[in-house]
C-alpha cells in the first residue's frame, strides 16, 4: 500500500476501443494522466464521455485494449487501484436516509483513511454544521457537496470525477474548484468531464475531444 | 483496514437504514402473517385438514414473503450509485455481499422465523414439530437470501425486474421448499428429521460459500 501511494501517480488506457448498441463510440484510443496533471474529456452528448470514465476506473471493461495503473492492468492490482482512486459519478452515491457523517464514515471504512477526518472534510465542503442531518433533507448541491467530500475523505491519489460540477452554485464551483488546485499541486491526477468552463490554477491541463476523435 | 471491519460497517449501515425504513420491513412480516391467518378461512376451519397442511403452508408463505423482499438487497443501492462505490471500493466484493445478505436476512427472515410458531399454532401444528419448523426455517430462510441475492444481481440493471427475477429463483427454491416442509412433517408423524435437516444444513453450506461469490460476479455485469 504504502509503496504505491509513494510512488508517482499514472493511469494509462492503451488504445481501448468501446461501442455501445452496435455503435462505436472511440477506437485506438489512448489516453494518460499521472501526477499533477488534469485531463479533461470534452465532447457532445452520446460521444462516450461517461463511458470513457467507467472504463478507467474499472466499472466496465473496454471491448478491445487495456487500463493500466502504475503499468500494471487494473483487473490484476484492482484492490491497490480502488484504494488510490475515487470516482464521483451522476449519481451520488449517498443515502437519502442517513446523514452525511454516516455516509462518509461508510466509505471511509470500505475505502481506507485519508488525509482528512470526516468532519474536516464536511467543513472543507462548506457542510459543517449539517453532519447529523440526513441528507434526504439537504438540497440538490448539498447533496453533490456531501458526495464530493468524499474525495477528501480517503486517501485517493486520482480523481475521477463524471460531472462534478452538475447542481453547484458558482459559489460551489469555485469552491471544488480550489479543492482541484490543492489536490494537483500535492501531486494528485485528475480526470474529469464538465459542460462549464474548468478554471485551474495548479497542474497540467490536458484536453481530450471526444466528437472530434 | 481490515476485511471484516468493512463488514462490519456494512452490516451497520444497512441494519441502520432498515431502522429508518420501518414500514418497507414490516412489509413481508405482514404479508407472512396475512397469508397464514386467510388460510383456514378459505379452506374451512377443519382441524384434522389444517394440521396436515400446516407445514407446507408456513413453508410456502414463507418462501414467498422472501421473494417479495428480495429486490430490496440492492435495487436502492444501484438506483442511488452506493452500489458502484461498493464495487470500487478496496475490499472483496463477495464479503461485502455477504454483509448485504446477512442484514436483509436479519430484516426479513428473522422476524418470520419468530412468529413462525405462533402462527403454526394457530393452524394446529403439533407441539412436538415446533422445534423442527424453527430449525428448518433458521437453516432454509438464509438459503432463501443466499440463491436470491444471485438472481437480483444478475436482474438489477433491468427497469422491471419482477418476474424475470421469480423465473430465476423460484425453481432454485424448490429443494428447500420440499426439504423444510418434509422435515417437519416428519416431526408432526415423530419419524426421525436428521436427514432433511442434514440436506437443508448442506444447502446452507452450499449458498453460504458460492453465492456471495456468484453475486458479485453478476453485479459486475449488471454495472458494466
Given at each position: 500500500?504504502?509503496?504505491?501511494?509513494?510512488?508517482?501517480?499514472?493511469?494509462?488506457?492503451?488504445?481501448?476501443?468501446?461501442?455501445?448498441?452496435?455503435?462505436?463510440?472511440?477506437?485506438?484510443?489512448?489516453?494518460?494522466?499521472?501526477?499533477?496533471?488534469?485531463?479533461?474529456?470534452?465532447?457532445?452528448?452520446?460521444?462516450?464521455?461517461?463511458?470513457?470514465?467507467?472504463?478507467?476506473?474499472?466499472?466496465?471493461?473496454?471491448?478491445?485494449?487495456?487500463?493500466?495503473?502504475?503499468?500494471?492492468?487494473?483487473?490484476?492490482?484492482?484492490?491497490?487501484?480502488?484504494?488510490?482512486?475515487?470516482?464521483?459519478?451522476?449519481?451520488?452515491?449517498?443515502?437519502?436516509?442517513?446523514?452525511?457523517?454516516?455516509?462518509?464514515?461508510?466509505?471511509?471504512?470500505?475505502?481506507?483513511?485519508?488525509?482528512y477526518t470526516i468532519e474536516e472534510a464536511l467543513e472543507a465542503v462548506k457542510l459543517g454544521g449539517f453532519e447529523d442531518i440526513p441528507v434526504h433533507f439537504l438540497s440538490a448541491g448539498q447533496k453533490r457537496r456531501a458526495a464530493l467530500a468524499r474525495l477528501l475523505v480517503t486517501d485517493a491519489r486520482l480523481w475521477v470525477?463524471?460531472?462534478?460540477f452538475t447542481s453547484l452554485d458558482v459559489h460551489g464551483i469555485e469552491l471544488v474548484e480550489s479543492l482541484m488546485d490543492t489536490h494537483l499541486s500535492a501531486a494528485g491526477a485528475l480526470v474529469m468531464t464538465s459542460h462549464h468552463q474548468v478554471h485551474l490554477s495548479a497542474g497540467v491541463v490536458k484536453r481530450l475531444n471526444l466528437s472530434e476523435s | 483496514m481490515s476485511v471484516w471491519q468493512a463488514f462490519i460497517e456494512l452490516l451497520r449501515r444497512d441494519l441502520r437504514l432498515a431502522m429508518r425504513r420501518r414500514a418497507e420491513v414490516a412489509n413481508p412480516l405482514l404479508f407472512f402473517v396475512m397469508v397464514i391467518v386467510l388460510f383456514p378461512l378459505g379452506v374451512g376451519a377443519e382441524p384434522n385438514l389444517l394440521e396436515r397442511m400446516s407445514a407446507g403452508v408456513v413453508w410456502v408463505a414463507a418462501l414467498l414473503?422472501?421473494?417479495?423482499?428480495?429486490?430490496?438487497?440492492?435495487?436502492?443501492?444501484?438506483?442511488?450509485?452506493?452500489?458502484?462505490?461498493?464495487l470500487l471500493s478496496a475490499q472483496p466484493l463477495s464479503v461485502m455481499v455477504l454483509a448485504k445478505v446477512v442484514a436483509h436476512w436479519l430484516v426479513t427472515g428473522l422476524p418470520l422465523l419468530l412468529v413462525a410458531p405462533l402462527l403454526a399454532m394457530?393452524?394446529?401444528?403439533?407441539?412436538?414439530?415446533?422445534?423442527?419448523?424453527?430449525?428448518?426455517?433458521?437453516?432454509?430462510?438464509?438459503?432463501?437470501?443466499?440463491?436470491?441475492a444471485i438472481g437480483v444481481a444478475l436482474t438489477v440493471g433491468l427497469r422491471r425486474a419482477g418476474v424475470?427475477?421469480?423465473?430465476?429463483?423460484?425453481?432454485?427454491?424448490?429443494?428447500?421448499?420440499?426439504?423444510?416442509?418434509?422435515?417437519?412433517?416428519?416431526?408432526?408423524?415423530?419419524?426421525?428429521?436428521?436427514?432433511?435437516?442434514?440436506?437443508?444444513?448442506?444447502?446452507?453450506?452450499?449458498?453460504?460459500?458460492?453465492?456471495?461469490?456468484?453475486?458479485?460476479?453478476?453485479?459486475?455485469?449488471?454495472?458494466?
Open positions: 500500500m504504502t509503496d504505491l501511494a509513494n510512488s508517482t501517480v499514472h493511469l494509462q488506457a492503451d488504445s481501448v476501443e468501446c461501442s455501445r448498441d452496435d455503435r462505436l463510440l472511440f477506437e485506438n484510443l489512448s489516453v494518460e494522466v499521472s501526477g499533477g496533471e488534469a485531463l479533461i474529456l470534452e465532447g457532445r452528448n452520446g460521444t462516450g464521455k461517461t463511458t470513457l470514465l467507467r472504463i478507467l476506473c474499472g466499472l466496465r471493461r473496454p471491448d478491445e485494449g487495456e487500463v493500466r495503473w502504475s503499468g500494471v492492468p487494473i483487473e490484476e492490482c484492482a484492490v491497490d487501484f480502488h484504494r488510490h482512486m475515487v470516482y464521483v459519478g451522476h449519481l451520488d452515491g449517498i443515502k437519502r436516509e442517513l446523514t452525511a457523517l454516516e455516509n462518509l464514515r461508510v466509505l471511509q471504512t470500505l475505502s481506507g483513511r485519508g488525509r470525477l463524471d460531472e462534478p | 414473503a422472501a421473494l417479495l423482499t428480495l429486490d430490496s438487497i440492492f435495487r436502492s443501492d444501484f438506483e442511488d450509485g452506493t452500489l458502484e462505490q461498493l394457530l393452524l394446529g401444528m403439533k407441539s412436538e414439530a415446533m422445534g423442527t419448523l424453527m430449525l428448518s426455517l433458521l437453516l432454509g430462510t438464509p438459503v432463501l437470501s443466499l440463491i436470491g424475470i427475477l421469480s423465473l430465476l429463483v423460484l425453481p432454485l427454491y424448490v429443494p428447500v421448499l420440499i426439504f423444510g416442509a418434509a422435515a417437519v412433517d416428519a416431526a408432526a408423524s415423530g419419524l426421525p428429521v436428521a436427514g432433511q435437516l442434514y440436506i437443508l444444513a448442506a444447502f446452507l453450506a452450499m449458498a453460504l460459500s458460492l453465492a456471495p461469490v456468484a453475486a458479485a460476479s453478476a453485479l459486475r455485469i449488471s454495472l458494466s
